[in-house]
């Protein structure tokens, strides 16, 4: 094991820590990286530097399963190695690293830029930078107005537009139950939909509006639970610890179904379902 570890330590490239070709694909990255990440993870091996090795061979299957990161550091191998370290990619830096180093930069070029133009200023320079920044101030002050104009209006219109006729929870405005022609879905009325004197074929094309709206919402649900299971089902099958698959699993079990078996159960009571809706 000591031999092993030492061996490990000594390869740079990515492909040879996890023992895969440049060629490799996501499978077998993923293959190599489970077999290593099991053989040397610090809470199954105690021997001297397993945990080194661990994060170069998690450093190594970051860097290869990513195909950005990857084309990243097949370009980086390529760059002639002028200094022994130059090669290596262990080095990553987090988020706000990278935009403290980009802050800094920008702030070092907008200083030479300021000092080149403070020196070579002139009077007739200054005008016009004060011409600018008065248009601007007054651009500015336009979209200000024009933003608050809008949201005024909005809020002005608002008590104003046409409530929905109906909803399929129950409250103050809306108090009265129906029940629509072919589904039998419940839903409810207030004072406005008695003042639209519907006709007996405009209730009945009411009745319709009020169910397709009523599937659609199941339908949306019923996708939004089985897309939740698909992305649990892809972590279970990327996870390499049994804690991990548990949880995913238990999360899975606790899915709510109930708008996909309402979909069932409407499709066997109402036989041109598929053709209605």
């Not at 993923?30 to 040397?40: G, I, V």
């Not at 929870?169 to 939909?193: A, C, E, H, I, P």
């Amino acid at each position: 094991m000591k031999e092993e570890i030492n061996h490990l330590l000594k390869l740079q490239n990515y492909y040879d820590i996890l023992g895969v070709q440049k060629n490799a694909t996501d499978d077998e990255l993923k293959k190599a990286y489970r077999k290593l990440a099991l053989k040397y993870h610090p809470d199954k091996n105690n021997a001297e530097n397993a945990q080194e090795v661990f994060k170069r061979i998690s450093e190594a299957y970051s860097t290869l399963s990513s195909p950005e990161k990857r084309e990243s550091y097949a370009l980086q191998q390529q760059k002639p190695q002028a200094h022994p370290h130059q090669g290596k990619y262990y080095r990553h830096f987090q988020p706000d690293e990278e935009f403290e180093l980009f802050a800094q930069s920008l702030k070092r070029q907008f200083q030479r830029r300021a000092a080149r133009n403070e020196a070579k200023e002139t009077p007739k320079k200054s005008q016009q930078n004060a011409h600018y920044a008065k248009l601007l101030n007054s651009i500015i002050k336009l979209i200000l107005l024009f933003t608050f104009l809008y949201f005024a209006s909005q809020a002005f219109q608002f008590p104003f537009k046409k409530q929905p006729l109906y909803q399929f929870q129950k409250s103050l405005q809306y108090s009265v139950q129906r029940t629509s022609n072919k589904l039998q879905v419940k839903y409810f009325v207030g004072d406005q939909f008695k003042k639209e004197k519907f006709s007996q074929e405009k209730l009945l094309k009411f009745d319709y509006d009020v169910e397709k709206n009523y599937v659609n919402q199941l339908k949306r649900q019923c996708d939004a639970i089985s897309l939740k299971q698909q992305n649990y089902m892809k972590l279970i099958s990327k996870s390499i610890y049994s804690s991990e698959i548990k949880r995913y699993q238990k999360a899975i079990d606790q899915l709510d179904w109930s708008s996909c078996d309402l979909i069932k159960e409407l499709k066997l009571n109402f036989e041109k379902f598929e053709a209605y809706f």
